[in-house]
């Protein structure tokens, strides 16, 4: 069965600072893997994703994550921390023909300025 | 990408009265809608998958006489929650499912509902 870990339940960066949220997968077919973001009473909004191809993948707001299937791993980076990046961040796989996403507890990001 | 919208973003009711939730997909057909719980710093749980036009397919320790789920058309999905007490207060949370070129099993998710049980 798939499933994803994410360490670290609150992760706080400085404005301007590196942004890191790891997350580890496990699933017995190639995976498909997804970055959520959710604000406060709100829903989830994906960041980026990865399929297929080009491991290195570009998402919105200057995130990007790097697929390494060797490390089974898929963390979210930002070079440069915001204020409105204070929010909750999921990592979440699903594998093809199965549209079940199984999701990790989620980092909560607080920027300091 | 889609949107699914959910009515009502928030609900207050008594203890014992049923509340129906909406979860509507609104520029594509959904075959597949899910709903997921949240409760406050966790992370989403899902209650059960629905298909247009069968039965939802509950998860494990999910009572299915209390969350009705119905998919009822290719667009619209409704959670009721009947006789709701406080501690069915939680943040419900649909989406809607695709799969294949080009989405690639993504979900859409709607906003929320926020339902307190007083």
């Known amino acids: 069965a798939q499933s994803v870990t994410q360490l670290g339940s609150h992760v706080s960066v400085s404005e301007g600072a590196l942004v890191l949220l790891r997350c580890n997968y496990s699933?017995?077919?190639?995976?498909?893997l997804f970055w959520y973001v959710q604000y406060p009473n709100q829903g989830l909004q994906l960041l980026l994703k990865y399929t297929t191809g080009a491991t290195l993948v570009k998402g919105i707001n200057g995130f990007e994550a790097e697929f390494k299937k060797s490390e089974t791993s898929f963390h979210l980076t930002k070079p440069s921390a915001h204020m409105s990046d204070a929010a909750e961040y999921f990592c979440?796989?699903?594998?093809?023909?199965?549209?079940?996403?199984?999701f990790g507890k989620g980092n909560q990001v607080v920027v300091i300025p | 990408g889609a949107v699914v919208s959910q009515h009502p973003s928030w609900v207050i009711c008594k203890s014992g009265t049923s509340v129906k939730i909406e979860c509507r997909s609104l520029d594509f057909q959904a075959t597949t809608m899910f709903w997921y719980r949240q409760f406050p710093k966790q992370s989403l749980m899902l209650m059960a998958t629905?298909?247009?036009?069968?039965?939802?397919?509950?998860e494990q320790g999910v009572e299915k006489d209390k969350f009705l789920i119905n998919h009822a058309s290719l667009t619209l999905s409704t959670l009721t929650v009947t006789s709701a007490h406080p501690e069915d207060s939680s943040f419900y949370i649909c989406s809607s499912g695709t799969s294949g070129y080009p989405y690639d099993n993504e979900q859409f998710f709607g906003p929320g509902t926020r339902l307190t049980v007083l």
């Open positions: 629905s298909n247009e036009g069968s039965k939802a397919t509950y």
């Open positions: 699933s017995s077919v190639p995976p498909y």
């Open positions: 979440a796989v699903t594998e093809e023909g199965n549209n079940r996403l199984a």
